[in-house]
């Protein structure tokens, strides 16, 4: 059997010391854990960021990470934006994003590349549990709750109402959908699975996915609800893509 090619995409921005050390270490905990053969390819494309990112940051990486990409986006565009610069540039037949603290369980994004390369699905999505929005801070804990309720009352085409997990992974079907994704921030999540959704040729899975112990989550701020809340609408308004 043909080795499978895996990309894996980290989008950073303003990260705290030891980043790199972290993910380095997460990776290692993932590649132990898959088939030997896969060949993985890890890219990481910083979101503008203005603090936190060293030269022996990424030197590390370089020569801990077999195989690996830095992109260096100058300008703060958003996660969703900063995702899909590094998305363009992936070459492999699976796509993996995740933050790079990797905030769940190493064994969920193990499960979410099972299913991938068993051609189980051509997007896989990460369903936060009931105890997962304990750890969350009281504003964000609030305004993702009630998206699921929003997603529930206005998008009924949804196949997953969660849909602002930070663990997700496509093939080369659902990258096609990924990359017609226009929101900058937040609900680009959200706008990737409803575009998903409305084509009958994607075959959309979800695993429950847990928050791994000491992930500390930020805060949400006011402005960011309501930036949030205007591309709800404008997502609710669009025809397909």
Excluded: C
Aim: aromatic share 12%; hydrophobic share 40%.
């Amino acid at each position: 059997m043909a080795p499978i090619d895996l990309n894996l995409v980290h989008p950073i921005y303003n990260p705290h010391p030891g980043w790199a050390e972290e993910l380095v270490h997460y990776y290692t905990l993932f590649k132990e854990a898959i088939p030997a053969e896969t060949i993985v390819h890890m890219f990481v494309v910083n979101d503008g960021s203005k603090t936190g990112i060293r030269s022996e940051d990424i030197d590390l990486l370089k020569t801990s990470v077999s195989g690996f990409t830095y992109i260096d986006s100058p300008v703060n565009q958003g996660k969703g934006g900063a995702l899909r610069d590094a998305v363009r540039l992936t070459t492999g037949k699976y796509v993996i994003y995740t933050d790079a603290d990797y905030p769940y369980l190493i064994e969920n994004a193990v499960e979410m590349y099972r299913l991938l390369s068993v051609n189980a699905a051509d997007v896989v999505v990460g369903v936060r549990d009931e105890h997962y929005y304990d750890q969350l801070p009281l504003g964000r804990k609030i305004f993702s709750l009630s998206l699921k309720v929003m997603n529930y009352l206005f998008f009924p085409q949804l196949k997953v109402k969660d849909t602002q997990s930070g663990l997700k992974g496509f093939n080369q079907k659902g990258k096609e959908v990924f990359l017609k994704t226009r929101i900058p921030a937040f609900l680009f999540d959200m706008e990737f699975l409803v575009l998903a959704s409305r084509r009958t040729d994607i075959r959309i899975q979800w695993i429950y996915v847990k928050a791994r112990e000491g992930i500390v989550f930020s805060t949400m701020r006011a402005q960011t609800i309501l930036t949030e809340l205007a591309n709800f609408a404008s997502i609710l308004f669009s025809g397909n893509r």
